[in-house]
């Protein structure tokens, strides 16, 4: 469902009164460039902006949704504004000259065109480049929107002719008490805010089986490598490859392994601080007085060094038990 300028402003207040402030000021920039964490809330800012930037009869800095170029960019077919995401795993020079081609065409309507990049620090050097001259010789009347995760991925001579816009994180209570309002239980919904910061996103995993598996799988995994190294070595073999196949789901299950040390890490201190495992507290309790700082923090280490050798293409098989034995040993 679309959110309100309200919840737009609750979510990301100093940006929405920072863009509404340069638009009713006519001092608006010729790129922006958008980063913050996923589930910021980057995107549907951005389609906000790019509205308010078109309507013919903003009310109060805020798009009226009733003009010919407010109805014509909700449904999609508003011929002033390009989108463009990764064509696979780059946003390649094709793509970029087509974007140029296309906003340099006289058959556009009149006013203002936009162009926004997604996930702009997935250019190549070949597409970055050509973005980059475009940029050095702005046209008028036309705005770029770039919107990144990655921020230092991006060349700094494209970072450095945009006006950096930063999205901070979301309140995760707030998010969990959002997510239980509309009937999660707490226990997920603490969960799934570790992981994303989307609501939409946080349901969608809320209601995914392999998910409710992965989660099951992980604090099993937790359990039995405390008790026995050589059955967590087996129920990596039957449980926890076969569900983590993939490169994304096993870098999300070591981020969920990693979670459940933390909270047991968080437990001894005695910080309540929120759980990502509330439903484990007496378990995480029990761990937490079998062993010291020092066990659990070479424990800690020990997973952010597995979610570091991942990216580089190891065996997997062989990482994850490399990373049993070293949870073990603490």
């Known amino acids: 469902m679309q959110k309100t300028t309200d919840e737009f402003l609750e ?20 790129a922006y460039l958008f980063e913050g964490p996923a589930g910021s809330g980057k995107k549907e800012i ?9 309507c013919e009869i903003p009310i109060q800095n805020v798009p009226c949704e009733t003009c010919r170029s407010c109805q014509l960019y909700n449904s ?17 020079i094709d793509q970029i000259r087509e974007l140029i ?29 050509a973005l ?56 997920m919904a603490a969960t799934v805010s570790m992981l994303t910061q989307s609501e939409e996103e946080a349901f969608t995993l809320s209601q995914d089986e392999q998910f409710a598996q992965a989660r ?30 993939e490169k994304e789901d096993a870098e999300r299950g070591l981020d969920m392994l990693l979670f459940a040390y933390r909270d047991i890490a968080s437990v001894k201190a005695g910080l309540e601080t929120a759980r990502t495992y509330p439903d484990m507290e007496e378990t995480w309790k029990q761990m937490a007085l079998q062993r010291s700082f020092t066990v659990l923090s070479r424990q800690l280490q ?11 293409n190891m065996n997997r098989t062989l990482l994850m038990e490399q990373l049993m034995l070293n949870l073990q040993e603490g």
């Not at 979510?11 to 010729?30: D, F, I, N, T």
């Not at 990049?117 to 070949?126: G, K, L, Y």
């Open 11 to 30: 979510m990301q207040p100093v940006v929405m009164k920072r863009l509404q402030g340069a638009y009713s000021k006519e001092r608006l920039a010729h």
């Open 46 to 54: 951005t389609h906000f902006f790019v509205k308010l930037l078109l």
């Open 76 to 92: 999609g077919n508003h011929t002033n504004v390009v989108f463009i995401e990764p064509d696979g795993q780059n946003i390649k």
């Open 101 to 129: 081609f296309r906003l340099n065409k006289t058959g556009l309507n009149t006013g203002r065109k936009i162009y926004v990049i997604e996930q702009a620090d997935r250019m190549n050097n070949s597409s970055a480049n």
């Open 132 to 187: 980059l001259k475009f940029l050095e010789e702005p046209e008028f009347n036309v705005t770029a929107i770039l919107l990144t995760e990655r921020l230092n991925a991006l060349m700094s001579t494209i970072r450095s002719r945009c006006q950096l816009v930063s999205f901070r994180p979301l309140s995760r209570p707030k998010l969990i008490e959002k997510l239980m309002a509309e009937g999660m239980t707490e226990s």
């Open 216 to 245: 099951k799988t992980v604090l099993k995994l937790v359990e039995v490598a405390s008790i026995n190294v050589h059955e967590a070595l087996l129920m990596l073999q039957s449980d926890w490859l076969p569900l983590f196949k």
């Open 302 to 312: 020990a997973i952010l060094q597995a979610k570091q050798q991942l990216p580089r």
